[in-house]
C-alpha cells in the first residue's frame, strides 16, 4: 500500500499535458489545495501565490480544491489574495468542497464542477471540549435544535391547551395551564443549550456569510441563505443547484475532462492533516509533514 501522489516530480504525461494546456488557453498559473482550512495550509497557498507573483506571473488563476471546510478567516485570506493577485480566478472542484471552501468560492470568477463535485452549507465548525476530549461541533446542528424546540414548543401548548379546554377549563385558564405545562416539559431540554455557545455560534455563521458578500458583493442575499437554510453539514450541493447560486457554473469540457480524470484519486475527498498544497507544473507537491491520505491505494490501482 502507498499513497497516491499526482505530484510527484515526474508527472504522467496526461496530467502533465492538460495542466500545461490549461496554463496556456486561460493564461493561469495553476494552484492546487487538498485538506482542511487553516492557518498552516493557507500560508503555504498563500506563499506560492506570492512566489508566483515574483517570477513569471500569469494574468490569470487557476485552483484545484478539495476541502471539508475549516477557518473562515483563513479561507479569506487565501481567496482575497488570489483576486488580488490576478484578473480573474478560474476554480475547478472534482469532489468535495464543503463549508469555508463554499464560502471560497464566491471569489471565483468561473466555477468548473465534475460529476462527483459538490459544495455545502456556510457550516462553520466550531471546537468544544468534553470528557471524551475535543470535537468539532456543527453550528447548523445548533441552529436546528432551536428550531426543533421552538416548533415542538408551539405544538405542545397548542395541544394541551385544546385538551384542557375540551375538560371544561375556561379559556384564560386553559391559555395559563397550557403556558405552564409546556414551560415544565420544554425546560429541561432547553436548559442544556448554552447561551454563550449559541452567541459563538451565530457569530461564526455571521462571519462566513460576511466574507461570502465581500468576495462577491453581488451574491450577498444567496450567502444568507446558504448559512441558513440546510439541514445539515454534509447535505449535498452539486452543478445543477450551485449554478443557482453562483451564476458562473458549468461542466468540464475537453482537456478539463482529462484533468478530472488524472486528478480524482487525490482529489475526490479531501486529505486529513496536513494540507497538501502545489503550484504545478514547476513545483512539486508541498506538505507541512507526512500526508495521510483518506483514499490509500496500490500502485497498480492508479495505473489503471
Known amino acids: 500500500m502507498s499513497i497516491f501522489n499526482p505530484f510527484a516530480n515526474s508527472l504522467n504525461p496526461n496530467l502533465q499535458s492538460a ?75 472534482f469532489g468535495i468542497c464543503k463549508s469555508a471552501g463554499t464560502m471560497m468560492a464566491w471569489g471565483a470568477s468561473e466555477i468548473i464542477m465534475g460529476d462527483f463535485g459538490e459544495f455545502g452549507p456556510l457550516d462553520v465548525q466550531i471546537s468544544m471540549e468534553s470528557e471524551s476530549g475535543r470535537s468539532f461541533v456543527s453550528g447548523l446542528t445548533y441552529n436546528q435544535a ?19 379546554k375540551s375538560a371544561g377549563h375556561s379559556p384564560k385558564q386553559a391559555y395559563e395551564l397550557a403556558a405552564k405545562l409546556s414551560v415544565d416539559i420544554i425546560s429541561p431540554i432547553s436548559s442544556q443549550i448554552e447561551p454563550q455557545r449559541l452567541g459563538e455560534f451565530n457569530r461564526a455563521m455571521q462571519i462566513a456569510s460576511m466574507y461570502c458578500q465581500r468576495l462577491n458583493p453581488s451574491k450577498g442575499a444567496n450567502a444568507n441563505a446558504l448559512a441558513a437554510q440546510y439541514p445539515s453539514h454534509s447535505f449535498v450541493i452539486t452543478m445543477e443547484e450551485a449554478s443557482g447560486i453562483f451564476g458562473n457554473v458549468s461542466a468540464p469540457d475537453g482537456v478539463e475532462i482529462v484533468l478530472e480524470k488524472e486528478l480524482l484519486h487525490f482529489m475526490r475527498r479531501p486529505v486529513k492533516q496536513p494540507p497538501a498544497f502545489a503550484h504545478l507544473p514547476i513545483h512539486e507537491l508541498v506538505m507541512l509533514s507526512k500526508m495521510e491520505h483518506t483514499h490509500i491505494m496500490e500502485r497498480d490501482d492508479v495505473s489503471h
Do not use: W
Open 146 to 164: 432551536i428550531g426543533f424546540l421552538t416548533s415542538q414548543s408551539v405544538a405542545i401548548f397548542n395541544q394541551l391547551q385544546n385538551q384542557l
Open 19 to 93: 495542466v500545461n494546456a490549461l496554463i496556456d488557453l486561460h493564461d493561469a498559473d495553476f494552484f492546487l489545495y487538498n485538506g482542511p482550512i487553516n492557518t498552516e495550509g493557507c500560508d503555504g497557498l498563500m506563499g506560492l501565490i506570492r512566489n508566483a507573483s515574483q517570477t513569471q506571473k500569469r494574468s490569470n488563476a487557476i485552483l484545484v480544491l478539495t476541502t471539508g471546510g475549516g477557518d473562515p478567516d483563513d479561507g479569506f485570506r487565501a481567496m482575497q489574495l488570489l483576486k488580488r493577485a490576478y484578473q480573474r480566478v478560474r476554480l475547478y472542484v
